[in-house]
């Protein structure tokens, strides 16, 4: 495949080029003057005006596989990724029933290996059936391929547990992902504790049941030394006590979502459960403050927490109604919308390359993944992204099975159009047809 005049991220420049791409590898790249000639038996893809990027990398996606396949499943889940412009995703262990156990760890890889689309990479529990009192076998299940360890949806509350959690963990290289929030002061909540909860009479989640999980587990690290992430932070206290914990040289890292950072709580209309997140969309305070973050490296990744549920299941009520909204096609254009406007102040404005780097190689890094680089000999995962089109979401015409956005019918800047697997076609939209030239008569697609 010959990708010609693509604008291609070099840093804060960009330079149009051509991108030669064979057996899933870039093996050749233009050079200023020097175009390169397609060839007899390759494909061309006509990529001027669009943006040549790294794949990007979810860090925290629910595929709904193996006894929720209604909502999700692994070769819907990668398709919706890829139609956003993702080729890695990492795939959340709270499934049904749980990855908490080689067999039915080595029955989601073969899921895997027979329908994604793009890479997937599993999370495997950190406690036997989410229960928070047992450890899994950790060692085996990293051994069989688990990239870390989560009870996403549930925190790990007993901190002797956590701790044992987290020495294993760093005796096997890996780390452990935290969904950092206290039930007890959660509660029954359905929404951010706020005037806009009291107005709704709905009960609320204060931004102290993040922060105090938080907290406690900052001093299990402390003692342990072992790699902890913090998976969709939402609230400013927490992102305080994150920023004196990075202060202090200890491994955390963090994550927030495009939610998260596009919403708040006074834009929930009505009692519209597609609005319904855990943790719950937070004030303008707190939003400014994750902006703030992101830009000065507090913050390090942009993680989707992509969560599908059924029309029925969001249509149970706000307060019935499970937490979570998908978001893999909408991430990037909307955060590189949101993050670069001109009416942040200079301090959080981002570059479109910084946040390009929070959707790539800030999650590889923490992962423990090589660097994603558009470079020769680099391993062919890309996204081809036209910045200047603007379209309306349509979640009926999506690829996800299920449409619990609450950005149905929002116009949007950018979209992906074309991303690249392992050098292979994994999504195109339907402008890209028209891209792909003939060469002598033969018209290719």
Known sequence: MLIKNCQLFDSESKTNTDIRIDNGKIVEIGSAGKELKALNDETVFDAAGLWLLPGFIDLHTHLRDLGQSAKED????????ASGGYTTVVAMANTVPPIDNARIFSQLLQIIKEKAVVKVLPIACVTKGMAGSELTEMAILSELGAVGFSDDGLPVTNLAVMRRALEQAKALGSFIVSHPEDKDLSGTGAMNESAYATAKGLPGVPTASEAACIAREIEVVRMTGAALHFAHVSAAASVKL????????????????????????????????NYKMNPPLRSKKDQDLLVEALKNGTLDAIATDHAPHTNTEKEMGFIAAPCGIIGLETAFALCLERL???????????????????????????????????????????????????????????????NNSPFDGREIKGRTILTLCDGK????????????????????K
């Open 74 to 81: 692994v070769a819907s889940g990668t398709k919706s990724a």
């Open 242 to 273: 994150i920023e004196r914990a990075k202060a202090d040289g200890l491994p955390v890292t963090a994550d927030t979502t495009p939610h998260h950072l596009t919403l708040t709580d006074s834009e929930v209309p009505g009692y519209n459960a």
């Open 340 to 402: 670069s406007a001109e009416s942040l102040p200079a301090s959080s404005r981002m570059t479109v390359a910084e946040v390009v780097r929070k959707f790539t190689s800030d999650p590889a890094r923490i992962l423990g993944l090589a660097e994603p680089k558009i470079a020769v000999g680099a391993t062919a995962d890309l996204c081809l992204f036209d910045p200047d089109m603007t379209w309306t979401y349509e979640v009926n015409k999506a690829t996800s099975k299920s």
């Open 425 to 444: 076609v994994a999504y195109q939209f339907e402008t890209a047809t028209s891209r792909w030239l003939a060469i002598e008569g033969l018209a290719l």
